[in-house]
T-cell receptor, first 114, second 113 residues
Framework: GENVEQHPSTLSVQEGDSAVIKCTYSDSASNYFPWYKQELGKRPQLIIDIRSNVGEKKDQRIAVTLNKTAKHFSLHITETQPEDSAVYFCAASPLIFGNEKLTFGTGTRLTIIP | NAGVTQTPKFQVLKTGQSMTLQCAQD?????MSWYRQDPGMGLRLIHYSVGAGVTDQGEVPNGYNVSRSTTEDFPLRLLSAAPSQTSVYFC????????????FGQGTRLTVV
């Protein structure tokens, strides 16, 4: 089955600086890579996703890059703000039909230092 | 539009007891899944369903049963609760369309003593 590794497990950055979280996956059949943000005690919520036919996708301060050959993808957050503090999860899915089989990384706790 | 609703939010069980975690969605999504979240381990897939009457096992299915008699509901049954099943459980749903976002419920925190 799929295995997703995520690094680092914790990350602290000064407000205004950039944060990068990296993930690798093992199954070449995976073709959909979402990133979820989870605030304390809340449900995971999608912040950005990318499909395997795209190398990069950007949404305001958030961007995701995908290297399908190397089987790794990364989340980039620029101009970080205190509300970016949360746990971030990467995931991979074969996305044959729907999104019923997500394999998650172990999460990165991001802390923004004011 | 309620989205994905899980009940209960909190539950304490004694070892050996059984219970059902409820999950309902009102978005007419075909696909539904159950995950458990443990510290340092992310979310792991327990069971999933691609439509009414169809279920399959995920990564960690042992000790859990599911059924999908309607599109809206996907209950998760713990047959004989064990302390190792102490976790936060999330239900998610998605649809086969260009917007493939998986929507999560608010979670059920289960403690088995």
């Amino acid at each position: 089955g799929e295995n997703v590794e995520q690094h680092p497990s914790t990350l602290s950055v000064q407000e205004g600086d950039s944060a990068v979280i990296k993930c690798t996956y093992s199954d070449s059949a995976s073709n959909y890579f979402p990133w979820y943000k989870q605030e304390l005690g809340k449900r995971p919520q999608l912040i950005i996703d990318i499909r395997s036919n795209v190398g990069e996708k950007k949404d305001q301060r958030i961007a995701v890059t995908l290297n399908k050959t190397a089987k790794h993808f990364s989340l980039h957050i620029t101009e970080t703000q205190p509300e970016d503090s949360a746990v971030y999860f990467c995931a991979a899915s074969p996305l044959i039909f729907g999104n019923e089989k997500l394999t998650f990384g172990t999460g990165t706790r991001l802390t923004i230092i004011p | 539009n309620a989205g994905v609703t899980q009940t209960p939010k909190f539950q304490v069980l004694k070892t050996g007891q059984s219970m059902t975690l409820q999950c309902a969605q009102d978005m007419n999504h075909e696909y539904m899944s159950w995950y458990r979240q443990d510290p340092g381990m992310g979310l792991r897939l327990i069971h999933y369903s691609v439509g009414a009457g169809v279920t399959d096992q995920g990564e960690v299915p042992n000790g859990y049963n599911v059924s999908r008699s309607t599109t809206e509901d996907f209950p998760l049954r713990l047959l004989s609760a064990a302390p190792s099943q102490t976790s936060v459980y999330f239900c998610a749903s998605s649809t086969a369309s260009r917007n493939t976002e998986a929507f999560f419920g608010q979670g059920t925190r289960l403690t088995v003593v």
